[in-house]
């Protein structure tokens, strides 16, 4: 019995391991796309010149 209590022990650690590195790539991979975001925002500023009154 001590021997199923160990796998059994060892298997939860293990799958709360992969739980937290699924969550942290899903975090890192949201922190990306907003990096991507800022960073597109601001190589491409506003245009704050006015239109022409023709169009």
Do not use: H, Y
Not at 3 to 14: G, L, P, R, Y
């Amino acid at each position: 019995m001590d021997d199923f209590v160990c796998i059994m022990v060892a298997n939860q650690k293990t799958q709360a391991r992969r739980d937290f590195w699924a969550d942290f790539r899903r975090k890192i991979g949201a922190l990306a796309v907003a990096g991507l975001v800022v960073l597109t925002t601001l190589m491409n500023p506003v245009n704050t010149e006015k239109a022409p009154s023709g169009v």
